[in-house]
C-alpha cells in the first residue's frame, strides 16, 4: 500500500528539525492520504450490499436523455456523443482534483496564513471523512460498471478509467490507466468526493479573500470536474450532487458547530503556533 511510503516520507520530515514544522502541518493530508489508502484493508461491499440497478435507474428517471433508440443516461449519451476537445479538456480538469486543492493549501502555509491554510485542511479531511462514511453506508457501482458489466455486482472488479482513456490515447501519456489502476475501491461512487475537493478549494478561497482571478478559475475548474465526473462515465449526476451536499453539510458542520468548541479552538490555536 501506497501509505507505508506517505508515512515513512512524513517520519523522515518529522525527524529532521528543519522539516518538522512542515510536517505537523502536512498531518491533516497524511490522515486523508491513509485513510483513503487504508479502506482496501476493510472494502466497504463487506458491510453493506451494492448498489448497482438502483442508481441507475434512478438516474435514467430523473436525468434520462431521449434517443432514438431508447432512454439513456447522461453517461451512455455521452460515451457515443463525444468529441477531442471535449475529451481533452475532460481530462486536464479530472487531473486538477487533488493538485490544486493540494497546491492551494501549500500557498496558504507558505504564504504565513497559518490560520486559513488550517481551516482549509481540516475541511479538506472532514469532509473526505464524511464522505467515506457514505462510501460504507451505500456502496455504489459507477456507471460504467453497469455499462460494462451490467447490474450484478463482481466483487475485485478493477478499477476502469472509462471515458477518461480518450485522454490517454489522444495524448499517448497513460496517466489515468495508472491512477485507476490502482483505485482502492471501485464501488464507492456515492458521494462523489471528485465534485467535493475543488469546491471546498473554492468556498475557501473565498473565506481566505483570495483575488477574484482566484475564485474564478478556482470555480471554473470545480464545474470541469463536475461535468467531466459524468462525461466520462465515472458518475451519475446523483453522486455530484451527493457530492456537493456533501461538502455543505460537512463545511457547516466544522465551522458552525467544531471550531467554535472552547476545547477545539485552544487546540487549534496550539497547533497553529507549532506549525
Known amino acids: 500500500m501506497f501509505s507505508i511510503y506517505i508515512i515513512a516520507l512524513y ?3 518529522l525527524v529532521l528539525r528543519p522539516t518538522r514544522k512542515l510536517a505537523l502541518a502536512l498531518t491533516p493530508w497524511l490522515v486523508f492520504a491513509c485513510s483513503y489508502d487504508w ?5 466497504n461491499y463487506e458491510v453493506n450490499p451494492i448498489d448497482v440497478r438502483g442508481l441507475y435507474d434512478a438516474e435514467k428517471a430523473l436525468f434520462g436523455i431521449g434517443t432514438e433508440a431508447a432512454r439513456q443516461i447522461p453517461s451512455e449519451y455521452f460515451a457515443q456523443h463525444h468529441c477531442g476537445i471535449a475529451d481533452f479538456m475532460a481530462g486536464l480538469f479530472y487531473l486538477c482534483w487533488v493538485p490544486v486543492p493540494l497546491g492551494f493549501a501549500i500557498y496558504l502555509y507558505l504564504k504565513g496564513d497559518k490560520k486559513s491554510y488550517l481551516r482549509f485542511s481540516l475541511a479538506f479531511l472532514f469532509v473526505n471523512l464524511l464522505g467515506f462514511c457514505g462510501y460504507y453506508i451505500h456502496p455504489a457501482a459507477p456507471p460504467w460498471y453497469a455499462m460494462n458489466y451490467g447490474f450484478e455486482p463482481v466483487l475485485n472488479t478493477p478499477g476502469n478509467v472509462a471515458g477518461l482513456g480518450r485522454f490517454d490515447a489522444m495524448t499517448g501519456l497513460g496517466i489515468f490507466h495508472g491512477l485507476y489502476g490502482k483505485n482502492a475501491n471501485v464501488f464507492a461512487a456515492v458521494p462523489s468526493l471528485h465534485a467535493a475537493y475543488m469546491l471546498i478549494a473554492t468556498i475557501y478561497a473565498v473565506v481566505s479573500r483570495q483575488r477574484k482571478t482566484t475564485v ?3 470555480a471554473f475548474i470545480c464545474l470541469g470536474i463536475w461535468w467531466t465526473a459524468v462525461y466520462s462515465g ?3 449526476i446523483i453522486d455530484v450532487m451527493l457530492g456537493i451536499a456533501t461538502t455543505i453539510v460537512g463545511i457547516v458542520l466544522l465551522e458552525k458547530v ?3 468548541l472552547p476545547t477545539l479552538q485552544k487546540g487549534l490555536q496550539s497547533y497553529i503556533a507549532h506549525i
Open 234 to 236: 465515472h458518475h451519475y
Open 216 to 218: 474564478v478559475i478556482f
Open 258 to 260: 467544531l471550531l467554535r
Open 11 to 13: 517520519a523522515a520530515l
Open 39 to 43: 479502506m482496501r484493508l476493510l472494502p
